[in-house]
């Protein structure tokens, strides 16, 4: 799983086996920002939203990929496959009026980028794979719903899209 560089890695470890004890557990140990994750509007700003407090109809829906160069659609979710920064691409995000923003592949968000688009109330979605797959200039289905984490700066996701 990848790892942003300072934070912990994930650790996996078995409790109860099948054989041992008639079933299998393993404890979990990650941070809400490892893989593919959704962040919640508080992790950058302080009067934004924990993760539980986001309805989960906040991450899905209609969506389209595009690339920076683009012009974007209007309320529907944008995804990224190239790196997302810069102060002229942010107010094209925001004029957009998108339900989130996903970013995959190669791509990352800019830091700074990140915190803009949180603090503008757009919920970023990050780590995606396999968005090669997704189609060019038509719309799909896009579901990322995070774990109710009470007081929660973000979540790993499991991340799909329904493609007709």
Not at 54 to 67: M, Q, R, W
Not at 110 to 116: N, T, V
């Amino acid at each position: 799983m990848e790892v942003y560089p300072g934070d912990p890695e994930a650790h996996i470890k078995k409790i109860h086996t099948l054989d041992k004890e008639g079933w299998r557990l393993r404890y979990l140990q990650f941070s809400t920002h490892i893989g593919t994750h959704a962040d919640a509007l508080a992790h950058m700003d302080k009067k934004g939203k924990t993760i539980d407090k986001i309805p989960i109809n906040k991450f899905l829906g209609k969506t389209i990929l595009v690339k920076t160069g683009d012009t974007f659609p209007k309320k529907v979710g944008l995804a990224f496959r190239d790196d997302i920064l810069g102060l002229n691409l942010f107010k094209k995000i925001v004029d957009a009026k998108p339900l989130f923003v996903v970013a995959g592949g190669k791509c990352d968000f800019e830091l700074e980028m990140e915190r803009k688009l949180l603090q503008a109330g757009i919920l970023t979605m990050a780590g995606l794979v396999n968005m090669d797959k997704l189609p060019k200039n038509k719309p799909f289905m896009f579901y990322g719903v995070p774990l109710k984490i009470k007081d929660g700066d973000g979540s790993p996701i499991r991340a799909f899209a329904v493609i007709d």
